[in-house]
């Protein structure tokens, strides 16, 4: 099966910090993404990733950045955290890069931010 | 008008009933859509994708896709309360990048 690990299932971190979550995928996988998801907005892509050293941005990635130094890792950072980033962040991958291919999951980290 | 849009529920069913999740979409140009299943506080799991018009069958689960009316269903046949879930629709946009909607609540009631 393939597995997406995230480090952290719960987290607290105070106004200013800088954040670091980490996701890793033992399926050789090309396609990483970082969504976060929240009550009736739903998940949203912040940023994603075909490759080693490759990211682009999602649909918000304001206040985020994300670094992709090995195949299997993907971390996303908040730069300086805030109180609006409180939210649940979910790693997901896939295969087939431009082909046809659903998402892995990891079992998400939820970040509050106080 | 949203990407992606599905009715947030919920939708009760008895159990053994027929339980039928709908989604529209706006992007036209859209190849492939898929079915995510999220347990409270639990992390999304794929559990049907299509591709192409008409139904796909996996088990008690049948997807639909009509892409002239930009819709897709997902019907859960014998709905059993374990199938009480929130139900992602989600739409391949391109790069094998997803858009969800907001998700169906389910309740399969004994």
């Known amino acids: 099966d393939v597995k997406v690990t995230q480090s952290s299932r719960y987290l607290v971190k105070r106004t200013g910090e800088k954040v670091f979550l980490e996701c890793v995928q033992d399926?050789?996988?090309?396609?990483m993404f970082w969504y976060r998801q929240d009550p009736g907005l739903g998940l949203r892509l912040i940023y994603f990733?075909?490759?080693?050293?490759?990211?682009e941005k999602g649909d918000i990635p304001e206040g985020y950045s994300v670094s992709r130094e090995k195949k299997e890792r993907f971390s996303l950072i908040l730069e300086s955290a805030s109180t609006n980033q409180t939210s649940m962040y979910l790693c997901?991958?896939?295969?087939?890069?431009?082909?046809?291919?659903?998402?892995?999951f990891g079992s998400g980290t939820r970040l509050t931010v106080v | 008008q949203k990407e992606v849009e599905q009715n947030s529920g919920p939708l009760s069913v008895p159990e053994g009933a027929i339980a039928s999740l709908n989604c529209t979409y706006s992007?036209?140009?859209?190849?492939?859509f898929f079915w995510y299943r999220q347990y409270s506080g639990k992390s999304p799991e794929l559990i049907m994708s299509?591709?192409?018009?008409g139904d796909k069958e996996d088990g008690r689960f049948t997807a639909q896709l009509n892409k002239a009316s930009q819709y897709v269903s997902l019907l859960i046949r014998d709905s059993q309360p374990s199938d009480s879930a929130t139900y992602l629709c989600?739409?391949?946009?391109?790069?094998?990048?997803?858009?969800f909607g907001t998700g169906t609540q389910l309740k399969v009631e004994l």
């Open positions: 997901a991958s896939s295969h087939l890069k431009g082909q046809e291919g659903g998402y892995t």
């Open positions: 399926m050789d996988h090309e396609n």
């Open positions: 990733s075909y490759d080693v050293k490759m990211k």
């Open positions: 992007d036209r140009g859209s190849q492939s």
């Open positions: 299509i591709y192409s018009n």
């Open positions: 989600a739409v391949n946009r391109g790069g094998n990048k997803l858009t």
